[in-house]
């Protein structure tokens, strides 16, 4: 069993973190999970998405952070704002494991976002208290997810209408490598939502740039998929998180 708590990091309602931790004390400190939901940014979309995947891995064993954060639409987000969410609420964690108040391991932090979750998970990850990152469908190439008109309009709604080449390169995990930190890149080959070829050629320049970067690749799965709990990537993905980062 699990108990779960909801912790603020901020004033603004959206920040705040569903905490999920294993009842059996006996364990810690427990390795750390920070999950952050997909959605194309925006705030028709919340960090319930992340719910079966946090109990799951509280199940295992792992302290569970599901992370909220001000999204696109009337919530306040966007550029770069949201991005700054996730620093804030990494660095809140980071510093709490030092001082002991949350029974992590600080040497075992795991950040594992999906979609857009992904894109704040590789983008935040350098820096912070993640010791490694899982990249569930993640948006890594913001001009081409914007040329090709993904999530019908995200990225402007993220960026902005009229943003400059800067921040393009700012905002793209596959424009920051290296980041210095082990990466597991999980796409499904049926993805309709984003392409499985961003995330052949994320992991293939991570490699290029020096990451420990890794790519599996889901057959037949659709976007959703990769954060089933009962989908046969997980075991994968799991044995992954078991060793990385320690």
Same mark, same amino acid.
Not at 54 to 73: K, S
Not at 122 to 129: E, K, M, Q, R, V
Not at 149 to 168: I, K, N, Q, T, Y
């Given at each position: ?9 901020? #004033? ?17 400190? =427990? ?15 919340? &960090? ?8 799951? &891995? ?5 302290? !569970? ?11 306040? +987000?966007?550029?770069?704002?949201? &991005?700054?969410?996730?620093?804030? %609420?990494?660095? &809140? ?6 001082? /002991? ?9 795991? @950040? ?17 208290? !993640?010791?490694?990152?899982? /990249?569930?469908?993640? !948006? ?5 997810? %914007? #040329?090709?008109?993904? +999530? $019908?309009?995200? *990225? ?11 921040? =393009? ?5 596959? #424009? ?27 992991? %293939? ?10 790519? *599996? ?14 989908? $046969? *990537?997980?075991?994968?993905? +799991? #044995?992954?998180? @078991?060793?990385?980062?320690?």
């Amino acid at each position: 069993m699990a108990s779960r708590h909801v912790f603020a990091y901020g #004033e603004h309602p959206s920040r705040l973190v569903h905490i999920h931790q294993p009842d059996d004390d006996d364990r810690a400190p =427990f390795p750390v999970a920070v999950l952050l939901h997909g959605g194309w940014w925006r705030d028709a979309h919340d &960090l319930r998405l992340m719910d079966p995947l946090a109990a799951e &891995l509280a199940e295992a064993g792992w302290l !569970v952070w599901n992370v909220e954060y001000r999204r696109t639409g009337g919530d306040g +987000g966007g550029w770069p704002q949201t &991005l700054d969410d996730v620093r804030g %609420a990494l660095d &809140l964690l980071g510093a709490r494991l030092e001082e /002991g108040a949350e029974p992590g391991d600080p040497g075992r932090v795991v @950040a594992v976002g999906h979609s857009a979750g992904g894109h704040l998970a590789l983008l935040a990850a350098p820096g912070s208290a !993640v010791t490694a990152v899982v /990249g569930l469908a993640p !948006v890594t190439d913001l001009r081409a997810a %914007a #040329e090709a008109g993904l +999530g $019908e309009g995200a *990225v402007a709604d993220f960026l902005g209408p009229h943003a400059a080449d800067s921040a =393009f390169a700012a905002a793209a995990p596959l #424009e920051r490598l290296p980041l210095g930190l082990p990466q597991l890149i999980v796409h499904g080959d049926a993805d309709q939502r984003v392409p499985v070829a961003h995330s052949r050629a994320y992991t %293939a320049a991570a490699r290029a740039a020096g990451d420990a970067a890794d790519l *599996v690749e889901a057959a037949g799965a659709d976007h959703f998929a990769v954060i089933d709990p009962a989908h $046969e *990537v997980w075991q994968a993905v +799991g #044995e992954w998180m @078991a060793t990385a980062g320690s």
